[in-house]
Every structure is written in structure tokens, then in C-alpha cells.
């Protein structure tokens, strides 16, 4: 069953059990409220009888049971006329005088010696008051009996319930329209939040619902929007991932596909004309060189794989020591390119492991080397900062696009792909570098201008004075 009819059904049964119930007491209340009056004023027509009879037994000088049965039968067709009907009774039950009782009674026995009461009696479908109280004679106890109809007040109750029910099935109809009103009014959002999940079921992951409220089905939409938002980025992330697995497999398809392919057709070719030197000389050399790609190739696969895996051990270096041999390193192949040079190191210590570092220094001097042309500018800067030291390599060079810099660091990326393969390069040295300053809990941050360099800087966490 649906929530809308839920609610409607719930709220109509309970609003007829509610008044159904309410109306019941109400009414019964009342009906008893009213038998108890009535109850009460026999009791004190019962009472004044009884007073009168033994005024007028002291009167006559006599207030035996005889005297007491015949005052009772001269004065019974008077009362009558005017609506009271009463009777002696004898403590055995017996009738001495009086009107009849239109039914069977034993009040008098029951009540008990010197105790007075009342009940309800039913005959033909009537319904009758009975008081019964003792009156002290000189010679023995009788009971004055008196009684009335009390049909009236049945007949009250009766229209009372039919009132009641025509009453009550106006207010269920109202309770319905209200139900109604209400259960669309509280499942109409719920209707929003399932339409929106069903057209993200579709693929429609930007859907979200209006929030309306601080209510629970407001917090339940603005949860369902949270959880839209997260699965809308994870699913972003997803596809993001995907992409670049399809970018590196396929990179990494073509980049042993080229040197392969040129390995095998000057290897054919070595095999066609062994008799031309020469030839054969310059095939190996392209053999070698291709294979020597290769090899890097492969190298830098295994450090990537390595890398995830390894448990870093470091240990606290002196900084401006340690980038001056790296510096050592690379100042030859600078110098033959003819390509000024400078370190400026502050003083300072860092948590490093020596040789991944001095990869990652490497890897970026080297990265601003084939980015520079002749007699162009690089500088190695060790900046203390805080708690932390930053390893910066500057260069004037090519520069890097700005929509190029967010990707620079994935395996196989390279911004300019036949000037970097002309200088060995397969794209998977940032990736390297990144992998290692992450082990270290540190962070990579590129800075480019398209035509004037790039400025590259590792950041280490743990700095002290050296």
C-alpha cells in the first residue's frame, strides 16, 4: 500500500475511533449522570413518605402495622392521581398495601436490616426507578416502596446516539477531505525524491529536489542531495580514472610500440644487406639507441611499481649540503649546453631518504634543462619556511600552457611529445617525483608562463635549523 494511503486511512480510522469512543462516554456520562439524579430524587420521595406515614401513624395514636397498612391503602388511589406510586412491603418480601409493582423485586431482602437503596427494574421493554428504605413501626419493620418510569431517560440516550451518529459521520467525512489534504500535502515531497531518484537511476546524476522546511522529510531531501553530490563526484572521479588508465594504456602501447617497431626494421634490415657496413652500423646504432629507450622505459615502470610498495626509511639531512651534490650532478651537462646555472641553499635540515630525493632533484633539473634553449637560465633555490623546506628549480624556458600544468604528473603525459621523446623522455618522470615527495608527506607545485619558464617547488614538512 502506498504512503499516500496510508496516512489517509490511518488518520480517518482514527478520528472515527476517537469519536466514536469520546462520543460513547460523553453520552453515557450523561445517561448516568442523569439516572443518578433521578435515583436521588426517589430516594428523597421515598424519604418524605416515609416521614409523612409516621406523622400521620403518631397523629392517629397508633403507628402499629396495621395502622400503618390501612393509612397506606386510604391514601394509595390518591397518590396515584398524582403520578406517586408506593407499597408496603413485609420483611419476608410480602406485599401489606399499596399499588402493584410492574415487576418482580426482592430490593427490600437484599438491602438487609435498617438500609435503604434503589435499583433499575426492566419489564415489557419499560424500565422502572425502585427505592426501597425501612420504616420503624411499634410491633415490626416494613419497607416503603416507591418507584417511577425511567423510560425518558432511555429514550434520551437513544436520540442521543442517532444525533451522535449523523454527527459522527459528518466529522469522518471532514477527517477524510482533511486526511486527504494532509496526506498529499506530506507525501508530495516524498513523490519529489522518488522521481528524482529514478532519473538518476536513468543516468541524470545532476538531479537534485527542492529543500522546503526543517521538517524530517526536509532533512531526508537534503540528505538525498548530499548523497547526490557525492556520488555525482565519485562518479567523476570514476570516469576521470578511467580516462587516464585508457590515456596511460594506450601511451604505454605506443611508446614501446615506436622503439619496437624501429628495432625490428633496422634489425630486418641488418639481415637484408650484411654486406654494407655502414648500414649495418647505423642499424645497430638506431637498435641500441631504441633499446636504451626501452630500458628507460621499463626502469621507470619498475620505480613506479616499487615506489607504491615501499616502506620509507629517512633520516635528517643537512639541505644545503645535500642540493649542493646534486647540483655537482648536473653542472656538466649544463655547462655543455652552455646554460648558466646557479644554487642559492639556506641553511636547514629535513626527514628525507638521500637517493629518492636527489632522484626527484634530478628529474626536475633535468626537466628544465631540455625546456631551456642555449645559454637560457636555471637556478636551485633550498628555502627555509616555517616548519617547513622547499626544494625550487626556476628556468626561463618554454614554458607549459595552463591547461597543460594539472596533468603534467601523470604517467605518459608529456605537453611537447616529439621534443620530448627526442631527448629520451617517456613522460614518467614527474610521476616519480610525485610518488616520492608523497612517501615523504610532502606536495609537488608547478608554476608556468607559456614563453618565460617554469618555476617547479617540493615542499618537505619537519624543517629545522641546521
Known amino acids: 500500500m502506498r504512503l499516500f494511503w496510508k496516512l489517509f486511512c490511518s488518520m480517518v480510522i482514527i478520528t472515527a475511533l476517537a469519536c466514536s469512543l469520546g462520543g460513547f462516554i460523553l453520552i453515557d456520562g450523561q445517561f448516568r449522570t442523569g439516572l443518578g439524579a433521578r435515583a436521588e430524587t426517589m430516594m428523597t420521595e421515598n424519604a418524605l413518605l416515609r416521614r409523612t406515614f409516621l406523622r400521620e401513624l403518631q397523629f392517629a395514636g397508633g403507628a402499629d402495622q396495621a395502622s400503618a ?16 406510586f408506593f407499597r408496603l412491603v413485609g420483611s419476608h418480601g410480602q406485599i401489606l398495601a399499596g399499588s402493584r409493582l410492574p415487576a418482580e423485586s426482592g430490593l427490600a431482602q437484599s438491602l438487609g436490616e435498617g438500609r435503604h437503596g434503589w435499583e433499575l427494574l426492566r419489564s415489557r421493554e419499560r424500565s422502572y426507578l425502585h427505592a426501597s428504605s425501612p420504616m420503624v413501626l411499634e410491633d415490626c419493620v416494613v419497607y416503603l416502596e416507591n418507584w417511577c418510569g425511567a423510560d425518558d431517560l432511555f429514550a434520551a440516550r437513544e436520540e442521543q446516539y442517532h444525533v451522535f451518529f449523523y454527527l459522527q459521520m459528518g466529522l469522518i467525512l471532514a477527517s477524510a477531505l482533511a486526511a486527504l489534504a494532509v496526506s498529499a500535502w506530506i507525501s508530495r515531497p516524498l513523490g519529489r525524491l522518488s522521481a528524482a531518484a529514478r532519473q538518476m537511476a536513468a543516468g541524470e546524476l545532476s538531479q537534485r529536489v527542492e529543500v522546503r522546511g526543517s521538517d524530517e522529510i526536509s532533512r531526508l531531501s537534503l540528505d538525498f542531495n548530499q548523497m547526490s553530490d557525492q556520488l555525482e563526484r565519485q562518479v567523476q572521479e570514476l570516469t576521470a580514472t ?23 626494421g633496422y634489425a630486418e634490415l641488418m639481415l637484408s644487406h650484411p654486406d ?5 652500423l647505423e642499424s645497430a646504432s638506431c637498435v641500441f639507441r631504441e633499446g ?19 616502506a620509507l626509511s629517512t633520516r635528517r639531512a643537512d639541505m644545503a649540503a645535500f642540493l649542493e651534490r646534486a647540483a655537482d650532478v648536473m653542472r656538466p651537462a649544463l655547462k655543455q649546453q652552455r646554460i648558466r646555472f646557479s644554487v ?13 630525493m636527489e632522484s626527484v632533484c634530478l628529474n626536475l633539473l633535468d626537466n628544465a634543462r631540455k625546456a631551456v634553449e642555449e645559454e637560457g637560465t636555471i637556478c636551485l633555490e633550498g628555502i627555509r619556511a616555517g ?7 626556476t628556468d626561463n624556458g618554454r614554458g607549459i600552457p595552463p591547461e597543460e600544468l594539472p596533468r603534467i604528473t601523470e604517467p605518459f603525459y608529456m605537453v611537447d611529445k616529439s621534443r ?17 615527495v608523497a612517501l615523504h608527506g610532502g606536495r609537488m607545485e608547478f608554476e608556468s608562463t607559456p614563453g618565460r619558464g617554469t618555476r617547479a617547488s617540493v615542499w618537505l614538512k619537519g624543517a629545522e635549523d641546521a
Open 69 to 84: 397498612v390501612r393509612l397506606a391503602e386510604e391514601t394509595c388511589a390518591q397518590a396515584e392521581q398524582r403520578g406517586i
Open 242 to 264: 578511467a580516462c587516464r588508465q585508457r590515456d596511460f594504456l594506450n601511451s604505454f602501447a605506443h611508446e614501446t610500440k615506436t622503439p619496437l617497431t624501429s628495432i625490428i
Open 276 to 280: 654494407q657496413p655502414e648500414l649495418v
Open 292 to 310: 636504451r629507450r626501452l630500458e628507460n622505459i621499463s626502469g621507470r615502470l619498475m620505480d613506479l611499481i616499487v615506489l607504491d610498495q615501499a
Open 344 to 356: 642559492r641553499a639556506e641553511p636547514g635540515t629535513a626527514e628525507i631518504e638521500p637517493d629518492l
Open 387 to 393: 616548519k617547513e623546506y622547499c626544494i625550487r628549480v
Open 420 to 436: 620530448s621523446r627526442a631527448h629520451g623522455s617517456a613522460g614518467l618522470g614527474l610521476a616519480v617525483c610525485q610518488r616520492i
